[in-house]
């Protein structure tokens, strides 16, 4: 079969794909256009995620095209030891305990240590389009790409000046891995990738030399390494960052971007959270379900594979549909329904599952869930343009919004007091 992912139907609306997939009794899918098996049932996915053994995350940040020869002579030089999401054993359970040490992954220590910053920055944003009553405003630019990278980049020590060099950067590296680049701009992306690469270095060799004193991530994954290449090199600090960096911005706001869609969508939704913000968490739940912002993962094996009545042999890329995965229906009923009062059932695959387990899970629903209070409660009026489509970039694995126009409307004041008081009641840690 084709998966055909940058056109047509899978462009516009993947979950049309994603159940035609799902109703075939067959366990795998081999899609020539990409050379990549498609697994989609949820089981399936939730196994090749929590089983290391056979499906490896080596080449999960290599394009699955071949790159034209000018474009491979600097994807060549760029050499960043494996840590996180393209490391397996031993590797992965060494760089993963100096991850979890030093990046804040459960909800009281991502309260603890950033919610500070995520309110500061929410703030900002909300303020300034609260500024422009009655202008046209894209909220993927303004607001859902924004608000994750100022975040990730404030955690991560990173002076607010690179803002734009490193989006464009991250950016590059999104489309060059898992888009469909020209020849040309393959060469472009690629010599992007390398100077993002070299400035990660940078910026952790020159902390290293200042010191580790600070608090933020570089500082204490220095800290950590206490100068033994053991426990962590100075390599693999800056590969750390070189993946934080990318990882911690551009999914968030694909989360945001999303939420932000299906809030507006319907009007009385997003009023319905100004005056009453407490189902914010189960609706971005039912979110990161319905529309992960990551909806195919790569993985590769280690052995041959039977899923059902397939059997993929060993050296075989595979394309893990979390997106398709989420819509089992044999684990959800009713699955291709977006139903923010859905009652908690198994876990969603969106962040993952197993010993690659999203770190920034907590923090992202933080940031989203913040987002979603203060932007409701700051604009209850807030609507899409008339003329908004939805449309997505050419991407398998990260879905995007191209924009999200919106018209900032004041609108109505919140209700009563009480209503008022339950819209800044402070966030549950
Ligand atoms: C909605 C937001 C997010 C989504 C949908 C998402 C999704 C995922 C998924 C599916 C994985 C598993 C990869 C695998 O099994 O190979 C993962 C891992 C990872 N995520 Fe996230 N992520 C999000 C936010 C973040 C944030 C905010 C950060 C950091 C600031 C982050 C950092 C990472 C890292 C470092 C890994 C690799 C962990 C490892 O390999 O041990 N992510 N994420």
Same mark, same amino acid.
């Given at each position: 079969?084709?998966?055909?992912?940058?056109?047509?139907? =899978? @462009?516009?609306?993947?979950?049309?794909?994603?159940?035609?997939?799902? *109703?075939?009794?067959? #366990?795998?899918? =081999?899609?020539?256009?990409?050379?990549?098996?498609?697994? %989609?049932?949820?089981?399936?996915?939730?196994?090749?995620? #929590?089983?290391?053994?056979?499906?490896?995350?080596?080449?999960?940040?290599?394009?699955? =095209? +071949?790159?034209?020869?000018?474009?491979?002579?600097?994807?060549? +030089?760029?050499?960043?030891?494996?840590?996180?999401?393209?490391?397996? !054993?031993?590797?992965?359970?060494?760089?993963?305990?100096?991850?979890?040490?030093?990046?804040?992954?459960? $909800?009281?220590?991502? /309260?603890?240590?950033?919610?500070?910053?995520?309110?500061?920055?929410?703030?900002?944003?909300?303020?300034?389009?609260?500024?422009?009553?009655?202008?046209?405003?894209?909220?993927?630019?303004?607001?859902?790409?924004?608000?994750?990278?100022?975040?990730?980049?404030?955690?991560?020590?990173?002076?607010?000046? $690179?803002?734009?060099?490193?989006?464009?950067? %991250?950016?590059?590296?999104?489309?060059?891995?898992?888009?469909?680049?020209?020849?040309?701009?393959?060469?472009?992306?690629?010599?992007?990738?390398?100077?993002?690469?070299?400035?990660?270095?940078?910026?952790?060799?020159?902390?290293?030399?200042?010191?580790?004193? &600070?608090? *933020?991530?570089?500082?204490?994954?220095?800290?950590?390494? &206490?100068?033994?290449?053991?426990?962590?090199? /100075?390599?693999?600090?800056?590969?750390?960052?070189?993946?934080?960096?990318?990882?911690?911005? /551009?999914?968030?706001?694909? @989360?945001?971007?999303?939420?932000?869609?299906?809030? @507006?969508?319907? !009007?009385?939704?997003?009023?319905?959270?100004?005056?009453?913000?407490?189902?914010?968490? %189960?609706?971005?739940?039912?979110?990161?379900?319905?529309?992960?912002?990551? *909806?195919?993962?790569?993985?590769?094996?280690?052995?041959?594979?039977?899923?059902?009545?397939?059997?993929?042999?060993?050296?075989?890329?595979?394309?893990?549909?979390?997106?398709?995965?989420?819509?089992?229906?044999?684990?959800?009923?009713?699955? $291709?329904?977006?139903?923010?009062?859905?009652?908690? &059932?198994?876990?969603?695959?969106?962040?993952?599952?197993?010993?690659?387990?999203?770190? &920034?899970?907590?923090?992202?629903?933080?940031?989203? /869930?913040?987002?979603?209070?203060?932007?409701?409660?700051?604009?209850?009026?807030?609507?899409?343009?008339?003329?908004?489509?939805?449309?997505?970039?050419?991407?398998?694995?990260?879905?995007?919004?191209?924009?999200?126009?919106?018209?900032?409307?004041?609108?109505?004041?919140? #209700?009563?007091?009480?209503?008022?008081?339950?819209?800044?009641?402070?966030?549950?840690?």
């Amino acid at each position: 079969m084709q998966l055909n992912p940058y056109a047509g139907a =899978y @462009l516009t609306d993947p979950g049309i794909i994603w159940r035609r997939l799902l *109703d075939d009794p067959v #366990g795998a899918h =081999y899609a020539d256009d990409l050379g990549l098996w498609l697994i %989609s049932k949820y089981e399936y996915v939730r196994r090749a995620l #929590g089983d290391p053994s056979t499906f490896a995350n080596a080449l999960t940040l290599l394009p699955v =095209y +071949q790159p034209t020869p000018e474009a491979l002579a600097v994807i060549s +030089q760029i050499d960043p030891p494996p840590t996180t999401a393209a490391a397996d !054993p031993p590797t992965h359970p060494r760089t993963r305990k100096a991850l979890r040490a030093t990046f804040a992954n459960t $909800d009281r220590r991502v /309260e603890e240590q950033y919610g500070g910053i995520v309110r500061r920055r929410v703030d900002q944003l909300v303020d300034r389009l609260a500024a422009r009553p009655g202008e046209r405003v894209d909220l993927i630019a303004e607001f859902a790409a924004d608000l994750p990278l100022r975040v990730v980049l404030d955690i991560l020590g990173v002076p607010e000046s $690179d803002v734009g060099r490193i989006k464009q950067w %991250s950016d590059g590296q999104i489309a060059l891995i898992w888009g469909c680049p020209s020849a040309d701009e393959q060469l472009r992306l690629a010599q992007g990738l390398l100077d993002f690469w070299r400035y990660c270095q940078d910026l952790v060799a020159r902390r290293a030399r200042k010191g580790w004193i &600070g608090t *933020d991530f570089v500082s204490r994954a220095l800290a950590y390494r &206490g100068g033994d290449d053991a426990v962590l090199t /100075e390599s693999e600090v800056a590969s750390m960052a070189f993946n934080l960096l990318v990882a911690g911005h /551009e999914t968030t706001a694909g @989360l945001l971007a999303h939420a932000l869609d299906f809030a @507006l969508t319907e !009007p009385d939704r997003w009023r319905g959270m100004a005056v009453d913000p407490t189902g914010i968490p %189960s609706f971005v739940a039912e979110t990161l379900r319905y529309a992960p912002a990551i *909806d195919g993962w790569l993985r590769l094996t280690l052995r041959p594979v039977t899923l059902g009545d397939v059997t993929i042999p060993a050296g075989a890329r595979c394309l893990l549909l979390i997106g398709a995965a989420n819509r089992d229906s044999a684990v959800y009923r009713d699955p $291709d329904r977006f139903d923010p009062h859905r009652s908690v &059932g198994r876990e969603h695959l969106s962040f993952g599952y197993g010993p690659h387990f999203c770190i &920034g899970a907590a923090l992202a629903r933080l940031e989203t /869930e913040i987002a979603l209070r203060r932007l409701t409660a700051a604009i209850p009026g807030l609507r899409l343009a008339a003329d908004y489509s939805r449309s997505y970039k050419a991407n398998f694995a990260f879905r995007a919004h191209r924009s999200l126009p919106a018209i900032v409307d004041i609108g109505v004041p919140l #209700g009563t007091p009480a209503q008022r008081m339950m819209a800044s009641v402070p966030e549950a840690a």
